[in-house]
């Protein structure tokens, strides 16, 4: 056993371990130092008395003897610390009371309790990514544009949110599942998005980001295969299967139908067009695979102009009822755009505008000029591209709005 085999077993099960150690002493800080510590003894220990016969179960052990003892070596400063080592017992566990189902149960415990709706938002988010995904807190603040120090605090606050309010380490029941799930699969798409279309910074997409909110889904489906999370799970594989086309060798925006197909990932899109069918089948899918089966409709037509727009506009019918938001307002009257001509949709746009909700969302204004610049209205056309670069803080779109106003001027 060398030490890149251990550095192996901590890529692939670093994260089972850590979730049947914050069960077992009830403490993410503790857990997280037991794990570095269970990992390090094996280091130490396994060249010389050889790899145990289940792994995951002597790092969990040892792991949990490592804290006890700490623990009560700690006691010597502080008494309540010994109360606490007897509590969780003398550390000796036997790796066969660890079995493979009983750690699958803790990965979705921790999954459940990183993005328990007692938390902030952000701080579920930055919880998820750090417990579950196991990417460093340097690493989540480079991808939210965050100081790494405001990072570790938010994480900081969520764990002391946990043992505060006695948060419980445990999967819902069957009455509480759908509401928590919905939780869940929010925080999955919501670092999904920020990784497919990131919302500042020079870059149009973030791959680690994206990368690791389908590793989640993979993760929620396989335990805990429920319709909409096999929805999420394909949605998500089937907008990444255009990540390559979406912006040019210079870095460029390239929109929807002018990009180069050949270039699509069709293996995300068989699995994730496989994902969708199986939702829909259950007859019990919701927002998630409606949105899935457009960007299947998408995925599936070989050029723009084959694209069945009027299937796309019945889904987003669909959709408007299962999950009524303004965004998804907005995406409908786009593809009405295309279906009914750009007069229909900019009606659609217009009224939604002037209830206010997006007002302040570039997109919105970006929609709107496109369309007036297809009906020639140039100067409209301008007002709403200026007022969309006004709103819009990522670089390769404010580069592609410049250009369609310069387009616009050259006129």
Known sequence: MTTTTVEQLYRTD?????????????????????????????????????????????????????????????????????AVADQLGDGVTAPLEIDDERVEDDRLRLIFTCC?????????????????????????????????????????????????????????SRADLPERLATVLHVIYLVFNEGYSASSGATLTRHDLSAEAIRLGRLLVELLPEPEAVGLLALMLLHESRREARTSAEGEVV???????????????AEGGGLVERA???????????????????????????????????????????????????????????????????????DLLARGELADYHLAHSARAELLRRLGRTVDAAESYDRALGLTEQEPQRRFIERRLGELRAE
């Open 14 to 82: 670093s994260r089972r371990v850590l979730a049947t150690l914050i069960r077992l002493l009830d403490d993410f800080d503790l857990a997280e130092e037991a794990l570095q510590e269970a990992f390090a003894a094996a280091v130490e220990r396994w060249p010389a008395e050889g790899v145990p016969r289940n792994p995951r179960a002597w790092l969990v052990s040892t792991g949990r003897f490592k804290a006890i003892d700490s623990l009560r070596r700690r006691a010597r400063f502080d008494a309540s610390l010994g």
């Open 116 to 172: 328990h709706p007692a938390l902030p938002p952000d701080a579920q988010i930055a919880l998820t990514l750090r417990e579950v995904c196991g990417l460093t807190t340097e690493e989540i603040a480079r991808a939210f544009l965050s100081p790494a120090p405001t990072l570790a605090q938010r994480i900081v606050r969520a764990k002391a949110k946990i043992k505060a309010a006695k948060i419980p380490y445990q999967i819902p």
């Open 255 to 269: 929109l929807l139908d002018d990009q180069d197909r050949s270039r699509w990932n069709r293996e995300m899109i």
């Open 280 to 350: 829909m089948r259950s007859r019990q899918f919701g927002p998630y695979t409606l949105q899935a089966a457009i960007a299947a409709i998408h995925a599936e037509a070989q050029t723009a102009a084959e694209t069945d727009w009027a299937e796309i506009v019945g889904l987003y019918d669909l959709l408007m009822r299962a999950d009524p938001s303004p965004v998804i307002e907005l995406n409908r009257a786009a593809a009405v755009a295309i279906r009914d001509g750009p007069e229909a949709g900019l009606r659609l746009i217009d």
